[in-house]
């Protein structure tokens, strides 16, 4: 959970092509020769990406001599998934809890006109 | 990439109710934070210039520590203020997971009345950020979120199934 995992990862996401390969690898494992095959971009392109990407962490490549499959890796990629999306959870639960708390204030004022003996709460 | 991070939600109760929950410290302190989240500790000054110093306690009993101060209160229509991370002591720290996170961000939430009910937005971007925070902010929701034609959600869906 360091900080420079995860700048290091953002480094390697900041790319399209990176991500895209990403993106492909999350359908499932590729070789490299797959992986370039929808880029406009040579292999030895490629495997510059990749190499960047498993710097990162973000994939491993296998090590059977011929087809070396390259797959996403879980842990980092959750790192950066849950540092990008805290705050909009952040948000969205703290609004949950605002809609629950106001549901009982907007409740309050009918218990109150009901109820004439009722102290008013929050004097201050 | 945007360098804004927006989240809007229409609430079902009156925009008086809404301000309320947002500016009176025992109110605040019911809501504020994620699931699991207290807030044993806050302390706030409501006015311009004044702090809203709190402690964020997580499931797991780590404590964070916020603070924002207010820099414009236009009661019950707008709120602006400057958030940052914090220690007990209320001196500004840097985000514990990102060093070069903004150190202030400025937040702006609206209030408008809607009938009964209130559509609140809350409007966020760094504030006196060096280039390197203001691209770590961008990076981190908004380009993500919006600027990555849908990869974000591919990996997302592949972390859930792993």
Known sequence: MSSDQLSSTFAALADPTRRAILARLALGEASVAELAQPFSISPPAVT????????????????????????????????????????????????????????????????????????????? | MQNEFVISRVLNAKQNNVWKAWTEREKLMQWFGPKGVTI????MDFRPGGVFHYCMRMPDDSEMWGKWTYREIEPPNKLVLISSFSDAQGGITRHPL????????????????????????????PWNATEAEIRKFSESHAGMEQGWGGTFEQLTAWLAAN
């Open chain 2, 98 to 125: 990102a060093a070069d996170w903004p150190l202030e961000t400025l937040s702006t939430t609206t209030f408008v009345a809607q009938g009964d009910k209130t559509l609140l937005t809350i409007n966020w971007s």
């Open chain 1, 48 to 124: 510059k990406h990749l190499k960047v990407l498993q710097r990162a962490g973000l994939i491993t490549q296998g090590r059977q001599a011929q087809w070396r499959p390259c797959k996403l890796e879980a842990a980092p990629l959750q790192e950066a998934s849950d540092f990008i999306s805290q705050y909009r959870q952040f948000w969205e639960q703290s609004l949950d809890r605002l809609e629950a708390y106001l549901k009982v204030v907007q409740a309050e004022p009918d218990k109150k006109s009901s109820g004439k003996t009722r102290e008013k709460k929050n004097a201050k």
């Open chain 2, 40 to 43: 044993p500790v806050a302390t």
